[in-house]
């Protein structure tokens, strides 16, 4: 069989290959473990190579600027802040920038709650992108409707994964002046198997699935948890602690072989923004004031980058600049690190397959009774104030003990 990357391992199926082939002959497959991989018709292809060029792996596209300066933000819309899993400066932008005349291209659920890659063009669906959907998207022939909104005239902003930008970014091999980029600092991502076995785990226990909040901030935004609402109003929320989604997503056991070296960890990027979480925005603003309702870190990588701070964030999304490498070493320490892969991750792999999640979990990953009780307690303690006056006590002490 034909290998396109470089290093099959390290193909991050970001489906510029797939999208570029004049003759239509590669098609991403999915393995066994449930992650997409090019795989090519060898009897249609002519050998034109433009799968290699164009595969970011390959080729890395070019960086936009050394030394990017960072913006700590928090959308202006309490509403969308709620929805979102940080300070909701994405979604507001998609909403700014769609009143524009844009079109968004970014992450939602289908209706049997896929993650995929949707265009957006209403003010009414960009509620849709909000929130973190730690699965990887689907991105079928995204690019190539990019491109034909290009060519239309049509200013487009794409949200993806740095492997995603990349591949977008090749497949153009051009920076058009009116598409806009913006990347996340991503932890990794486990397969759309993994994700589906999952929903029909708890839609049996549980009933239809309504909505799904990868991190709700019902309870506050350092401590978000994984909620599902179900047709009948329940809702079912729980940590990396006892949620087994959210631990297989934690513990590194599930990730895409790529992830594990991912080929781009680096503070300046292809991208015009990059965003993250902002856990200690009141370490990088001085007097600002950590209401536990979350903020974004904002890496301004290009002028367009530039352009949407002091556009599209206007009147939208309130800034305070910070030191770029302080951020980065508070919260974004996923920028420039692959996460490690999980000593049990191919044979939990294996169980998967021939066991399904819940006795893959319990085999590999168990949850506890004790673990229950835990999540119990610090939740009512974190509800009541004590938790989160502990925590501020015990960074005072650690900030105290290093002076």
């Known amino acids: ?21 004049p003759q239509k002959c590669i098609e991403m497959i999915e393995n066994e473990e449930g992650f997409l991989y090019p795989q090519v018709d060898e009897s249609r292809c002519v050998n034109c190579n433009l799968c290699e060029k164009t595969c970011p792996i390959n080729t890395m596209p070019k960086i936009n600027q050394a030394n990017p300066k960072t913006r700590v933000a928090r959308t202006l819309d309490n509403k969308l802040l709620e929805q979102c899993s940080s300070g909701g400066v994405f979604t507001t932008l998609a909403k700014t920038f769609i009143e524009s005349n844009g079109v968004v291209y970014g992450v939602i659920y289908d209706t049997n709650f896929n993650v995929v ?8 669906d960009v509620a849709r992108l909000a929130g973190s959907k730690y699965v990887q998207s689907f991105l079928g022939d995204a690019f190539q ?32 002046a009116d598409l806009y980029c913006v990347d996340l600092v991503c932890h990794g991502v486990p397969s759309p198997k993994i994700w589906r076995q999952y929903l029909e785990v708890i839609t049996k226990r549980y009933g239809k699935v309504r909505t799904v909040n990868f991190r ?4 506050g935004y350092h401590v978000s948890v994984m909620e599902e609402i179900f047709s009948d109003g329940r809702k079912v929320r729980g940590s990396a602690r006892t949620n087994m ?23 300046s990027r292809c991208s015009d923004l990059t965003i993250y979480d902002s856990w200690h925005a009141d370490k990088l ?31 939208n999304i309130t800034t305070y600049d910070v030191d770029t490498l302080k951020a980065i070493e508070l919260d974004g320490s996923m920028a420039t690190k692959s996460v490690v892969m999980h000593d049990k991750r191919n044979v939990f792999y294996n169980a998967i397959n021939n066991e399904g999640i819940v006795s893959s979990v319990n085999k590999f990953l168990p949850i506890e009774k004790k ?33």
């Open 216 to 219: 709700s901030k019902s309870l």
């Open 371 to 403: 673990d229950y009780l835990i999540e119990k307690l610090k939740l009512f303690l974190y509800s009541v104030g004590i938790l989160r006056s502990a925590k501020r006590v015990k960074e005072q002490i650690k900030v105290t003990l290093k002076k």
């Open 245 to 267: 989604m959210s631990k297989i997503f934690f513990k590194n056991i599930a990730d895409r072989y790529s992830c594990y070296d991912c080929q781009f960890k680096t503070v």
């Open 117 to 124: 890659h949707q265009r957006i063009d209403s003010e009414e």
């Open 1 to 21: 069989m034909r290998a396109i990357c470089r290093d099959t391992r390290l193909c991050a199926g970001c489906t510029a290959c797939a999208n570029i082939c």
């Open 145 to 176: 409707q990019i491109k034909v909104d290009l060519l239309r005239g049509k200013p487009v902003l794409f949200c993806g994964t740095p492997c995603q930008v990349a591949g977008l970014r090749n497949y153009l091999k051009k920076d058009y």
């Open 285 to 315: 603003v001085p007097g600002l004031k950590d209401d536990d309702k979350g903020y974004t870190n904002v890496i301004i990588q290009s002028s367009k980058g530039q352009y949407m701070v002091d556009n599209f964030f206007k009147d």
